[in-house]
């Protein structure tokens, strides 16, 4: 059974920092693009980030408001994947969910969610002083 599991939300003052994780059961983090996506109230779902991994090479991809900021990663020997977000801003603030597919990682990645087969069941980061 495919399974994901984020974790690593909280509350955070501006300029603050959170990493979120994203464990993945059921199936290994080769041949799928992991992409992580946020949804403010009243918005709607828009990608962040994203990771694949294909012949021994990571691609990964960022959206320009998070460029610089946010840093994706993953541990292959815990299933894995992490959002590091640096300098946290009040707009950052959203339900942050991770979903996988089998695809790469690269700038059309997260154009659409529905794309993605599999869905964790978010957490909430708020950036608020």
């Known amino acids: 059974q495919v399974q994901l599991v984020e974790s690593g939300g909280g509350l955070v003052q501006p300029g603050g920092s959170l990493r979120l994780s994203c464990a993945a059961s059921?199936?290994?983090?080769?041949?799928?693009?992991i992409g992580w996506f946020r949804q403010a109230p009243g918005k709607e779902r828009e990608g962040v980030s994203c990771?694949?991994?294909?012949?021994?090479?990571?691609?990964?991809y960022y959206v320009d408001s998070v460029k610089g900021r946010f840093s994706i990663s993953r541990d292959n020997a815990k299933n894995t994947v992490y959002l590091q977000m640096n300098m946290l801003k009040p707009e950052d603030t959203a339900v942050y969910y991770c979903?996988?597919?089998?695809?790469?990682?690269?700038?059309?990645?997260?154009?659409?969610?529905?794309?993605?087969?599999?869905w964790g069941q978010g957490t909430q980061v708020t950036v608020s002083s």
């Open positions: 059921g199936f290994t983090l080769d041949y799928y693009v």
């Open positions: 990771i694949s991994s294909s012949d021994g090479s990571i691609s990964t």
């Open positions: 979903a996988a597919t089998v695809d790469i990682c690269y700038s059309g990645s997260l154009s659409s969610a529905g794309w993605y087969r599999y």
